[in-house]
């Protein structure tokens, strides 16, 4: 399944979350929302993108935009990682990966000749209508959180 592109509607989702929650589309009505999703629990590039937006989330907050990490690991995974890292974002289980299948970023992957499916990092801006403002595939994480904030701010 391909990604969404920009103006259609956002697919509608609810997962577990860390803190013993559920996080749905639709609980962000009305708002705008930074929906990442990362390949895994404490790898040192899902952990920099992690610290980076628990860094940023009160310029989010300012900006009327939530932030939710969606990753396949399990909810005790992101509990675990959550409190070893010190992060303040919201992480959300995608376990049968639907919710990575819908929004497209669930794709086959390589990595040292070895052909697997996997998270693709990307990250999508959904404005407060529950539509696709903009989405990032991410191959740098070093200045993403920043561009990210730009438009959540600009929206």
């Known amino acids: 399944m391909t990604a969404?592109?920009?103006?259609?509607?956002?697919?509608?989702?609810?997962?577990?979350?860390?803190?013993?929650?559920?996080?749905?589309?639709k609980d962000y009505a009305a708002r705008k929302l930074v929906l990442y999703f990362y390949p895994g629990d404490d790898g040192s590039t899902c952990t920099t993108e992690a610290l980076d937006f628990t860094a940023a989330l009160a310029d989010f907050e300012a900006a009327g935009t939530a932030v939710l990490g969606v990753s396949p690991d399990s909810v005790a995974s992101h509990e675990k990682f959550a409190k070893k890292r010190g992060l303040g974002v919201t992480l959300a289980a995608?376990?049968?990966?639907?919710?990575?299948?819908?929004?497209?970023?669930?794709?086959?992957?390589?990595m040292y000749g070895r052909t697997y499916m996997?998270?693709?990092?990307?990250?999508?801006?959904?404005?407060?209508?529950?539509?696709?403002?903009?989405?990032?595939?991410?191959?740098?994480?070093?200045?993403?959180?920043?561009?990210?904030?730009?438009?959540?701010?600009?929206?």
């Not at 996997?118 to 561009?147: M, N, P």
């Open 4 to 25: 969404p592109a920009a103006g259609a509607p956002a697919p509608e989702f609810q997962l577990p979350t860390t803190g013993g929650g559920t996080a749905a589309l």
């Open 94 to 110: 995608d376990e049968d990966t639907s919710v990575c299948q819908a929004y497209g970023v669930w794709q086959q992957k390589q």
């Open 118 to 155: 996997g998270v693709v990092r990307t990250t999508f801006l959904i404005d407060a209508e529950g539509r696709i403002a903009r989405a990032w595939t991410v191959s740098r994480v070093k200045g993403h959180v920043a561009d990210v904030l730009e438009a959540a701010k600009a929206l």
